[in-house]
Nanobody, 124 residues
Framework: QVQLVESGGGLVQAGGSLRLSCAAS????????MGWFRQALGKEREFVAR????????DYSDSVTGRFTISRDNTKNTVYLQMFSLEPEDTAVYYC?????????????????WGQGTQVTVSS
């Protein structure tokens, strides 16, 4: 079992930045690819970014490419999502997830463990 806890969410003005963290316990994250997803009110949970087990491969949704950066520190068992140039459309609950497939996926169903989420609100 892997337990995931997100933190770092909050209220920020448009154009601002936030860094989300996802801390894992139970098992080493080195055995998992990691992903970030988000769910806005009334919408389906959508893919944001993923990173392979080593950090050598990353992938982003079109809506965040160039503004968000996913990274990981396996020594700290933590994954990060650095968000720049935030827009009101980025407002959502952000979730991290772990995938036993070492390279991850854009598909929600591929992930084995999920955190409880952290709220990000971007005001205009």
């Amino acid at each position: 079992q892997v337990q995931l806890v997100e933190s770092g969410g909050g209220l920020v003005q448009a154009g601002g930045s936030l860094r989300l963290s996802c801390a894992a316990s139970g098992r080493s994250l080195v055995n998992y690819a990691m992903g970030w997803f988000r769910q806005a009110l009334g919408k389906e949970r959508e893919f944001v970014a993923r990173i392979s087990w080593s950090g050598g491969s990353t992938d982003y949704s079109d809506s965040v490419t160039g503004r968000f950066t996913i990274s990981r520190d396996n020594t700290k068992n933590t994954v990060y999502l650095q968000m720049f140039s935030l827009e009101p459309e980025d407002t959502a609950v952000y979730y991290c997830a772990a995938d036993r497939n070492l390279y991850g996926s854009r598909q929600r169903d591929a992930y084995d463990y999920w955190g409880q989420g952290t709220q990000v609100t971007v005001s205009s």
